[in-house]
C-alpha cells in the first residue's frame, strides 16, 4: 500500500534547542498554546553557553521537535520571544514539513 | 602535617582524574552515574548526622541553624561587593557567581570529613544541618540582586522592566534535590531505631569513603575540563575563586569556634563548608533565574578553581588556623 503524497497535509517541524533548566516552562507554554504533542531529545553540544555535555543539570540541553500549522508557528515563535529578551538561550529553526495524519497531532 | 592531606585515597583520585584528562585518556562515566553516586552520599552523610543529631543538645542545634542562614546571606553578599568592587565583572555575572560562593559543595565537606577521620579527629554532627541550611539561601540572595540589578538598569535605559517570576525559582530554591535527600535522609536518621540503623551501616558508612574515591575520581575529570575555560574567565576572576574561599573559611572559623564553641572538627568544617561553592544545586538555579549572567563562568570558577584549591590548599590550611584559633 502506497501513501498518496497527496493526502500529506502542509505544515511546520518547529525545532527548539533549550537548556534543560528551561524545560518545564517551554511544555507549560506548549500547552497553553493548545500544542497536544511534541517530542523531546537529550542533547549534547557545544556554543556560546559552554559544553553542554550532559553531566549536571545545568549543563544539558533539549532538543524538542514540535509538528504544527504554519499559524501556530507563528505564535509560538512570538510567544518565545519575551524569553528571549531575558536572555534565555533559546534556539529556534524551522523547516516545511509534509505531514500525514495531521489529526493526530491536532490541527 | 602539611602532605598528609594530600594522601588521602580520595584526594589521589581527584588527582588521577585530572591527570587522565591531561593526558587524553578515554576515561569516562557513563551517563548519570555521578548524580547516582551524588544521591548516595547526601543519603549515607544524612543518615549519619541524623543519628548523631538524634543525641545532640537541642539548643545548640538550633543556633547552628540560625548561623548557618546568617551565613547563607551573608556570603553571597560579601562575594557580590569583592567581585564588583573594581566593577571589572559585570552584575549579573558577579551575582551568579556569588550565588555559587555562599552555598555549599558537599563533595568538598566530605573530603574534609575523610581528613578527620584519617587524622583521627572526631567532630560534631551540627555542620552536617548547617550544610542543609546552606545550600538556599545564597540562591535566593542571588536572584534578588540579579531583580535588583535588573530594575536599576531597567530605569537607566527606560525600557520596560523585565518581571521576575519568584514562584518557581523559590520552589526550586528550596525543594531541589540535594536538600531533599539531605533532610529527608536526616529525619530518618534522627528517628530509625538504633538496631534498624545498624542493619544500613555496611551500604552508609562502611563503603562510603570508596564511593567518595569514585566520585572525586569524576570530579577531577570534570574539573579538568573546566581549566580551557580559565582562559577566558580572566585574572579578576579566578582572583576571586581563591580569595573567596579564604575569606567565607575564615568567617565560618571564627563562627564555628566563638559564637558556638564547636571543637577542632566542628570548627574545621564549618570553615571548609563556607569557604566552599556549589557546582550542583546553584548552576541550574542561576541559569533558569539570571539567564543574562554567562553560565560558563560560574561553573568554571567553583568547579575549575575552588574545589581543587579547598581541596589541596583549603583543608590543610583551616586545619592548622582552626588549631591555631581554638588553641588546642
New interface residues.
Partial sequence: MKTNVAEMTEGKSVQIIINSTFENSLVKILKKLGVTGYTQLNARGNGNSGVQDGHSEGETNVLFVILMSKEMADTLIDSLQVYRKKGHHILIYTYDAQILDPELIGF | MGLDSLLIPAVMFFALGVIAKLIKSDLKFP?GM??GIGLYLLLAIGLKGGEALAQADFQLAVESIIWAAILGFMLPVIGYGLLRFRNKVNA?DAAAISAHYGSVSAATFLTAVAFLEVSGVSYESYPIVMMVIMESPAIIVGLLIAAFVRKRMAAEQGGET?KTEWG?LLHEAFTNGSVVVLLGALVIGAVASPESMAKVTPFTKEIFMGVLCLFLLDMGI?AA?KLD?LKKAGVTLIAFGVIMPLIGGTIGMVIGATMLGFSLGGTFLLAILSASAS??AV??????G???????YY?TLSLGITFPFNVVVGIPLFYQMSIWYIGV
Avoid: C, D, Q
Fill in positions: 551517563e555521578t548524580k549579573f523585565v518557581p570534570e575540563k575555560a557546582y550542583i548552576p541550574p538555579a542561576m541559569r533558569y539570571v539567564p543574562e549572567a554567562n553560565p560558563s561553573l
